[in-house]
């Protein structure tokens, strides 16, 4: 069964970092024509919002609240997606999501993707991340 399985999510303190990992099984990658692979969180009573973008071709993207923070990456060899977090604030608490998106035909544009998540076929169930002040 294809699934996506986020992990490494945790509490830490301002200033602190975390590591998600993402494991894609069940998807054959590169038998796609491209695809984009991404990080979406959702803070309590807010809705989900992009977080960070990359795609086939490492091409990433980033949220302006995260850039120069946080640092998403992929490992083809063992279909992982990453995000290193570093200079975790308050702000960043939330449920963070693994998605990905499938291209048949074209290449798959991370701009578009992060500004509309909703063209992401594939989510992982949220790992929690909570930054105490």
């Known amino acids: 069964e294809a699934a996506l399985v986020e992990s490494g999510g945790g509490s830490v303190q301002a200033g602190g970092s975390l590591r998600l990992s993402c494991v894609i099984s069940?998807?054959?990658?590169?038998?796609?024509?491209?695809?984009?692979l991404g990080w979406v969180r959702q803070a309590p009573g807010s809705e989900r919002e992009g977080v960070a973008i990359?795609?086939?071709?490492?091409?990433?993207t980033y949220a302006n609240a995260v850039k120069g923070r946080f640092s998403i990456s992929q490992d083809s060899a063992l279909n992982t997606l990453y995000l290193q977090m570093s200079n975790l604030k308050p702000e960043d608490n939330g449920t963070y999501y693994c998605?990905?998106?499938?291209?048949?035909?074209?290449?798959?544009?991370?701009?578009?993707?992060?500004?509309?998540?909703?063209?992401?076929?594939?989510w992982g169930q949220g790992t929690q991340v909570t930054v105490a002040s």
């Open positions: 998605a990905a998106r499938f291209m048949e035909e074209g290449p798959c544009d991370s701009d578009d993707v992060l500004e509309n998540i909703a063209l992401f076929h594939a």
């Open positions: 069940g998807y054959f990658l590169h038998g796609y024509s491209s695809y984009c």
């Open positions: 990359i795609a086939h071709d490492d091409t990433t």
